[in-house]
């Protein structure tokens, strides 16, 4: 197989085309930006995962105070402020007694294993 079969043969176009050193430097270029360098396809696509992660937790925040602010608003009132420290803080008035009544099924039972 000589050079003249080799120019008909049907790898010769492929060659030729992937062959010049303008392909082979766009092609190693190419490869270096996507894999080797500080600023990759694949750091980029971590910080993507890492932003949508953090817009998420953000998103629950926001949702979080919107909750504290509601309650704050409502504990503004005297009535509900007395109401949340008696359930919450279990506080009691002077010469009052409180009376904590806990149903089986609130009630967290102990396996084995915690005993």
Not at 48 to 73: H, M, R, S, V
Request: charged share 35%; proline share 2%; net charge neutral.
């Amino acid at each position: 197989m000589g050079w003249s079969n080799f120019k008909k043969s049907k790898w010769y176009p492929l060659l030729k085309v992937f062959g010049s050193l303008y392909v082979l430097v766009l092609t190693a270029f190419l490869i270096w930006m996507i894999f080797f360098d500080t600023n990759s396809l694949k750091i980029h696509l971590e910080l993507n995962q890492e932003i949508e992660k953090l817009q998420k937790t953000q998103e629950f925040l926001k949702e979080e105070i919107a909750k504290d602010k509601k309650i704050i608003e409502q504990l503004s009132d005297p009535k509900q402020l007395e109401k949340f420290a008696r359930e919450q803080y279990f506080l009691k008035k002077k010469n009052e007694e409180i009376y904590l009544i806990e149903y089986e099924d609130s009630l967290r039972l102990l396996s084995e294993e915690e005993r």
